[in-house]
């Protein structure tokens, strides 16, 4: 689609706040208008509008798709979205350490153990964490305060939340950042310790590299749009 507005605005939409393109409402790809409950955010996707050049790039809008996903993806049923991102518990990067070298080892207890231990006192939980990738189950209750913990969120949260915790293949480093336990750059470092790790001993791979940059982004994009909410 080509740019077509030459204004840009944030505007009361109901209980929340609305962008309009010279005064005519944005709305989702399902027709519903695009509302969100801070204005802060709302003024950061119309940031976005207004940045758009002669052609609407929506990689370039990523505050805009992650309302769009709130509003048309993830509010028609929360408790099954909220459901598959809990299901990331069951396997948490963090309960996965390497078997060796020392020094690998060391750096995932510095960097995933404080992040653990959050999560113990947060939730009152134990957590199984086992050497290398075959799978341990976590202990039930575990689970159940982990789902608890997401299933009360609502669609605007699951929406920031979701790239968290997909990037990351953490549940508890996203919940973490949620939360304020943790900031941004920390959970990002934590779920880079291996590919950096693997970077550091054979080099770094260009493609891998942009792959990791393009994931930095969406988490970025995860990280700014629940820090815009309030």
């Known amino acids: 689609m080509k740019r077509f507005w030459k204004e840009v605005a944030v505007v009361r939409e109901g209980d929340g706040f609305g962008i309009a393109l010279d005064d005519r409402p944005v709305r ?31 990689r370039a809008m990523p505050l805009t798709g992650l309302a769009n996903a709130a509003i048309d993806r993830i509010a028609p049923d929360p408790d099954a979205f909220a459901a598959g991102l809990a299901r990331y518990g069951e396997s948490d990067l963090l309960c996965y350490r390497a078997e060796s070298p020392e020094p690998l080892v060391e750096r995932q207890g510095a960097a995933w153990d404080p992040l653990l231990d959050w999560a113990r006192g947060r939730y ?34 699951l929406a920031g939340l979701s790239p968290l915790v997909t990037v990351t293949g953490s549940l508890v480093a996203a919940l973490a950042l949620l939360e304020g336990a943790a900031d941004a750059d920390t959970v990002w470092q934590a779920s880079r310790i291996d590919d950096d790790w693997q970077a550091e001993q054979w080099g770094e791979d260009e493609l891998a590299r942009q792959a990791a940059e393009a994931r930095r982004a969406d988490f970025d994009a995860g990280a700014q749009f629940l820090r815009l909410l309030g």
């Open 124 to 157: 009152d939980v134990h957590f199984e964490t086992t050497a290398g990738v075959i799978h341990r189950p976590q202990p039930e209750a575990t689970l159940a305060r982990l789902r608890e913990a997401v299933t009360h969120l609502g669609p605007f949260e």
């Open 28 to 58: 989702t790809p399902g027709r519903t208008p695009l509302a969100v409950p801070s204005e802060a955010l709302a003024e950061a996707i119309a940031e976005e509008w207004r940045s758009v050049g002669e052609t609407i790039d929506p």
